[in-house]
């Protein structure tokens, strides 16, 4: 189904900075908590992830990712997820984050 340009341009999608990890075992699946800082307008924000197949806690932070930081916050597990990492499923449906190449400054708009 088609959406406008208006409808796209509400979806506030922003590059950050992953700037701490954490295993989440108390998730139902596997996933870790994540903190974004999108620059010194949005901050830093935390979600849930599963990005577990591809990716280790300690190779995370520093990495530049994209995430939609206008959606309801979401209570995970007890956790409350403030923002969406996007990413796509690989061939067996495990999370490949999206990425920017090349790197571009922290919070800015995707359009």
């Known amino acids: ?6 409808d796209f341009s509400r979806v506030d999608l922003r590059s950050g900075i992953v700037v701490k990890v954490e295993p989440f075992p108390r998730a139902k699946k596997p996933a870790y908590k994540v903190w974004v800082d999108f620059g010194d307008d949005i901050g830093i924000k ?3 992830a599963q990005i ?7 190779e995370l932070p520093g990495r530049l990712v994209v995430g939609c930081v206008n959606l309801e916050p979401r209570n995970i597990a007890g956790f409350m ?6 990413g796509f499923a690989d ?3 495990a999370v490949c984050l999206l990425t920017v190449d090349p790197a571009v ?6 359009f």
């Open 1 to 6: 189904m088609p959406i406008t340009y208006a």
């Open 105 to 110: 400054p922290k919070g800015q708009k995707l």
């Open 91 to 93: 061939a067996e449906g």
């Open 52 to 58: 577990t197949k591809h990716y280790t806690v300690e």
């Open 46 to 48: 935390q979600t849930s």
């Open 81 to 86: 997820s403030e923002f969406l990492l996007v």
